[in-house]
Nanobody, 124 residues
Framework: VQLQACGGGLVQAGGSLRLSCAASGRTFSSYVMGWFRQDSGKEREFVAAITWSTGSTYYADSVKGRFTISRDNAKNTVYLQMNSLRPEDTAVYYC??????????????????WGQGTLVTVSS
C-alpha cells in the first residue's frame, strides 16, 4: 500500500487548509485511515481517523470541532479539513493506514503504512 499526501502550506491563524491522502495498492475490505502530526522536538501525535467501511470517526481533543476527516471511497482518498487553525497546529502531518481492522486506534504503533508527510505552518 502506498499513501500520497498533499495539501500542506502556510496559513494565518484562523485560516483553513485541506489535506488529502490517496491510497493505492492492496487493502483489506476493512481498514482505518487517519492523520498524525509531529512538530519539531515533539512526539508524533494522533489527530483524527476514519473507518473505511462505516465512516466512523474519532478526533483528538485538541482538534475536535475544528478539524473534519472524511473519505471518498471511489477515489480511495481521505481528507482532513482544518478550520480555525492555530499556531500550535503547526507540524508535519502524516497520513496513515491500519489495514484489516474496523476499530480506530490512536496508537502510532498499530498503523501499518505511512505517507511522506506534508508540512502545515500556521502563523500568528
Amino acid at each position: 500500500v502506498q499513501l500520497q499526501a498533499c495539501g500542506g502550506g502556510l496559513v494565518q491563524a484562523g485560516g483553513s487548509l485541506r489535506l488529502s491522502c490517496a491510497a493505492s495498492g492492496r487493502t483489506f475490505s476493512s481498514y482505518v485511515m487517519g492523520w498524525f502530526r509531529q512538530d519539531s522536538g515533539k512526539e508524533r501525535e494522533f489527530v483524527a481517523a476514519i473507518t473505511w467501511s462505516t465512516g466512523s470517526t474519532y478526533y483528538a481533543d485538541s482538534v475536535k470541532g475544528r478539524f473534519t476527516i472524511s473519505r471518498d471511497n471511489a477515489k480511495n482518498t481521505v481528507y482532513l479539513q482544518m478550520n480555525s487553525l492555530r499556531p500550535e497546529d503547526t507540524a508535519v502531518y502524516y497520513c496513515t493506514l491500519d489495514n484489516g481492522v474496523f476499530r480506530i486506534s490512536t496508537r502510532e504503533a498499530t498503523y501499518d503504512y505511512w505517507g511522506q508527510g506534508t508540512l502545515v505552518t500556521v502563523s500568528s
